[in-house]
């Protein structure tokens, strides 16, 4: 599609139960014309998801992993995450590490996104930059997402349910086949997940049997772009 980067290859890894939305906010008067929210950030859960990513690069022989922070400013929250990211680096001498500033990522994945591979962040900047980085290949649509636990893993479109288009055959349904793939790949199937990624990114790479986000000028249905990518499959 000439609307949006080709070949993007970006995982984004969004801690996902503290900070700002640990849920701690309340106001500050009794007339609510002042709020304030408690972003919360501990060494264990910064390590949990900082190692989850670079063990998940190590085993997918992922090349390099940026650690978005905003320390400058939120020296002690922020500084803390960068901290632990910096000290798990040095366990992995065999993954390239750097980190952005996350107002600077967000304009350098805009202006280049191919220069990054795997991203690591805490949970609003997370939230932010993965929209951000759907819309570089066609919207939320296209993004896959997964709540992984120490045993229990959730796969999902990023996008939700999406009740406002319910029936009107205008969904793009990638983003679900895509969170197939990643439980596949979860579960050790990803064989099987290569098969259906490899068919979609077959019927999207043509570009002319795909949904109206991905290509506004020639678009067709969600049944027709999953009927499509099922014959695809029967290639295989």
Not at 32 to 38: C, G, K, M, P
Not at 85 to 98: H, L, V
Not at 165 to 173: D, E, F, L, T, V
Request: negative net charge; hydrophobic residues 40%; proline residues 3%.
């Amino acid at each position: 599609p000439t609307l949006y980067f080709d070949h993007i290859d970006m995982i984004i890894f969004r801690e996902n139960l503290e900070e700002f939305y640990s849920g701690i906010e309340h106001y500050i008067d009794s007339s609510r014309s002042a709020a304030e929210t408690i972003g919360i950030t501990t060494r264990r859960g910064s390590e949990r998801i900082i190692k989850f990513a670079f063990e998940y690069a190590r085993k997918h022989k992922r090349k390099k992993i940026t650690l978005v922070h905003k320390a400058n400013i939120l020296k002690f929250t922020s500084g803390l995450f960068l901290d632990v990211g910096e000290e798990i680096a040095k366990n992995y001498p065999d993954i390239q590490f750097d980190n952005r500033i996350v107002d600077n990522m967000a304009m350098q994945m805009v202006m280049n996104p191919y220069q990054f591979d795997c991203v690591v962040t805490s949970n609003l900047f997370g939230d932010i930059l993965s929209d951000l980085a759907s819309g570089l290949v066609g919207g939320l649509g296209m993004a896959p997402g997964a709540n992984i636990g120490d045993g229990v893993a959730i796969f999902e479109a990023v996008h939700g349910s999406a009740p406002d288009i319910a029936g009107m055959n205008i969904a793009n349904p990638s983003a679900l086949l895509l969170a197939a793939v990643m439980m596949l790949d979860y579960i050790g199937e990803n064989k099987k997940g290569k098969i259906i990624e490899n068919a979609l990114a077959a019927i999207i790479g043509k570009g002319d049997c795909v949904t109206k986000d991905i290509n506004k000028t020639k678009f067709v249905g969600t049944s027709e772009f999953a009927d499509a990518v099922c014959k695809e499959l029967d290639k295989e």
